[in-house]
């Protein structure tokens, strides 16, 4: 399993998809003949993830800032955050070489690059976290 995926899945993403197909109604009888159907669009749910953080933060007894710190927002999520784990997520997510052995660069864009990965995975992320 991927190390995004596992950010994913413990902000509730593989869960919300589960959640909207079951949700789908389904078709129990063929429509009158001569009738077309068209498939219903998908709805790409959406996941509040300051939200999640923001629950997460409020139970933990340390003072994470997940905002800027791509440490602190492992740790909330409760994944490794080690600098050889961090260099793992940044090669599985194609941190530039020139930032993998600077590792506060590497930091930075890993933040960027998670943060913009969860919203374009269907994650409510505001844009000012986004720059």
């Known amino acids: 399993m ?3 995926k596992t950010i ?5 993403f593989g869960s919300a998809a ?9 078709a129990s009888a063929a429509p009158p003949s001569g009738a077309t159907t068209a498939a219903a669009p998908k709805a790409v749910p959406l996941v509040d993830v300051v939200s999640k953080l923001e629950q997460r933060a ?4 340390q003072k994470l800032n997940w905002k800027t ?5 492992l740790k909330l999520l409760e994944i490794d955050s080690s600098l050889a784990a961090r260099k ?3 090669a599985e997510l194609g941190c530039p070489a020139e930032f993998m052995g600077d590792s506060a660069k590497m930091n930075v864009w890993l933040h960027k690059t998670v943060l913009a990965r969860l919203a374009a ?6 844009a000012e976290l986004l720059n």
């Open 88 to 90: 793992e997520l940044a």
């Open 69 to 73: 710190s791509i440490v602190d927002l």
């Open 18 to 26: 589960a959640s909207a197909q079951a949700a789908a109604p389904t």
């Open 58 to 61: 409020a139970k933990n007894p």
């Open 8 to 12: 994913l899945e413990k902000l509730g």
């Open 121 to 126: 995975n269907g994650g409510n992320v505001p």
């Open 2 to 4: 991927g190390f995004f």
